[in-house]
């Protein structure tokens, strides 16, 4: 059937066409950013001007700014939705689900995904997991507040805060069903990579980008079930009397409560089980896309394409086995601690040799700082801050110190706030053409990355200061702590710069809806490049090739062969012109 017969709602609202379905991922989860990003704004207010009547919000939150003043309870729902929201709700929608959606087949040379209905069903069950997070903040008693990670015994009862009622129910149903979503889409990766190939595209002709999302797949889909395992057994636990997480001897109000023989500890395990290597199934992608973007504005090879390859293949299985260095203050037997801490470093190497491999791939080319190039070296920088500062905490004797402060929040947020940021951005520039047959304007996209740096770094790095200073995270207000009256400005300053950061944003929101109508039409290849998804038109029709497949000929990345007329040959060229190196 052609794309006219399909009729406008099985062609953008119920389709199967993996472009579109991207394309759906990448809407809803801008549209979550928003709203995480608000939250965060809101918390920067409180932390900033503590006590302070913010008559605007009541309208909005009655009861969490009743009189316009922010309740603790309120704030920790904040940074509670904040943090799941930006995670599971922007990240992974846009850069793992929307990105992941549309790239894999255009780049294998597929025709869509191996189940394309099975695709349309997680996106709507995405969907509807993403509504039902939203629908939190409007429960009796607000939003849950247990913090992203919902430690029990906070999310385990139901009369804890305000929002461990109905507010956590909703908050655990959710993540229930992004989770099956999120399983069911990575296996449709797998199954896609695997068996649908054009031919001649073997594994090491794969652009590392379809790399990154093999990995990330199948990380996801090991790491993921348990933690759907662990919701269902909170839930029984908040509402049919079972103990799997709670201890004997809880008493709440002074009420002694019946449970006996679970512990928070298993909770713990099964979180980070997903929770750590969550952390590689954002970045892995984002590192990916980062390497086809930089050769298109170098006109050189990637540097240790297949090294690179290993290195996702050594973090993603690495990467499954670490995470208890979340856990080192929980009482763990130190040679545990002792385990995770080396292995976390073990992580490091592959981690620094794909660093090296972006190095590589810059040094000595012919740089044209576009947009997309310019996020794409904003993200070399950002991995580089993060990782630096993931090594103090992966070490158990360093981190029992810098635990729950704001170096972590520091930490934590180069690494899945910026490094997925700045990949997330690098792909939108680089592929909006191809997704919508226009380019974005130049100079509000350099204006957006300078600012967005500038007050990235300004926020986060502050933090790690704030944070050695003993800050603790999730506080609600820092007035009553004397030893902290030194940091007052640093936190006014961080305030000032995410305003910035916000600002930032919605000047790209701008961009994006102008570009979309207004935009300079892109052409097949704008930026020249290698891979097969640029010798589709702009955008490409349902199906994406209307004859027969492609034959691919090369790998991903020749750039700059001696023999070309041009400075890339594409993946579809054949021998006889240009010799065929890998
Ligand atoms: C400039 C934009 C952002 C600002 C100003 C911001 C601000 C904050 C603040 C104030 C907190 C609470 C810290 C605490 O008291 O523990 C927080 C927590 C958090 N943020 Fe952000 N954030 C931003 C972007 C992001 C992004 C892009 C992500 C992820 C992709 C993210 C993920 C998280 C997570 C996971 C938490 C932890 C929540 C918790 O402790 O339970 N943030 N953020
Ligand atoms: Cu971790």
Avoid at 307 to 332: D, E, K, N, Q
């Amino acid at each position: 059937m052609t794309d006219k017969e399909l009729g406008f709602v099985r062609r953008y609202i119920f389709s199967t066409d993996h472009k579109i379905i991207g394309i759906q991922y990448i809407l809803t989860g801008f549209l979550m950013a928003l709203v995480g990003g608000a939250l965060a704004m809101m918390m920067r207010m409180q932390i900033a001007w503590p006590g302070r009547q913010w008559g605007f919000l009541e309208a909005l939150f009655p009861n969490g700014m009743a009189g316009g003043i922010m309740t603790p309870e309120f704030y920790i729902s904040l940074v509670t939705m904040h943090g799941t929201i930006m995670v599971f709700f922007f990240i992974s929608y846009v850069l793992v689900s929307g990105f992941g959606n549309y790239l894999i087949p255009v780049q294998i040379g597929a025709r869509d995904m191996a189940f394309p209905f099975l695709n349309m069903l997680s996106y709507w069950l995405a969907a509807l997991s993403a509504l039902v997070m939203l629908a939190s903040f409007f429960a009796p008693g607000g939003a849950a507040a247990a913090g992203w990670t919902a430690y029990p015994p906070l999310s385990a009862i139901a009369s804890a805060v305000p929002g461990s009622g109905l507010g956590q129910t909703l908050w655990l149903l959710a993540m229930a069903l992004f989770i099956f979503s999120f399983t069911l889409s990575g296996l449709n990766y797998i199954a896609t990579i695997l068996s649908m190939r054009a031919p001649g595209m073997s594994m090491w002709r794969l652009p590392l980008t379809v790399w990154s999302y093999f990995v990330s797949a199948v990380v996801g889909v090991l790491a993921f079930p348990p933690l759907t395992a662990a919701a269902i057994m909170l839930l029984f636990d908040r509402h049919f009397g079972t103990s799997f997480f709670l201890p004997d001897g809880l008493v709440v109000a002074g009420e002694h409560l019946p449970h006996q023989g679970g512990t928070p500890l298993l909770w713990q395990h099964l979180f980070w089980f997903l929770g750590h290597p969550e952390v590689y199934v954002l970045i892995l992608p984002a590192l990916g896309v980062v390497f086809d973007i930089l050769p298109a504005f170098t006109r050189k090879p990637v540097f240790g394409y297949r090294m690179t390859a290993w290195c996702y293949l050594a973090i993603g299985a690495l990467g499954m086995i670490v995470w208890g260095h979340h856990m080192f203050v929980s009482g763990m037997n130190p040679y545990s601690g002792e385990y995770f801490s080396i292995m976390t470093m073990v992580i490091t190497i592959p981690s620094a040799i794909i660093g090296v491999n972006m190095l590589g791939s810059v040094w000595g080319g012919s740089i044209r700082l576009k947009t997309p190039m310019l996020f794409a070296l904003g993200l070399i920088a950002f991995f580089g801050t993060g990782g630096f500062g993931g090594i103090f905490l992966g070490n158990a004797t360093a981190d029992i110190q810098l635990h729950d402060t704001y170096f972590v929040v520091g930490h934590f947020h180069f690494m899945i706030g910026g490094v997925t940021l700045l990949g997330t951005y690098a792909a939108i520039y680089f592929w909006f053409p191809k997704m919508f047959g226009r380019m974005m304007n130049e100079t509000l996209g350099k204006i957006h990355f300078w600012a967005t740096i500038v007050a990235f770094y300004s926020i986060f790095l502050t933090q790690h200061f704030i944070g050695l200073a003993g800050t603790p995270r999730r506080y609600y207000a820092f007035i009553d702590y004397e030893f902290l009256a030194p940091m007052r400005g640093m936190q006014t300053f961080v305030t000032f710069a995410a305003f910035v950061m916000g600002a930032a944003q919605l000047l790209f929101a701008v961009n994006f809806c102008w570009s979309l109508l207004k935009g300079r039409k892109a052409g097949v290849n704008p930026w020249r490049a290698t891979t097969l998804e640029w010798t589709l038109p702009s955008p490409p029709p349902h199906g994406n090739w209307t004859g027969e497949l492609p034959t691919v000929e090369r790998w991903a990345y020749e750039y700059s062969a001696d023999e070309a007329e041009e400075d890339f040959t594409g993946q579809t060229v054949d021998a006889s012109s240009v010799p065929v190196t890998f």
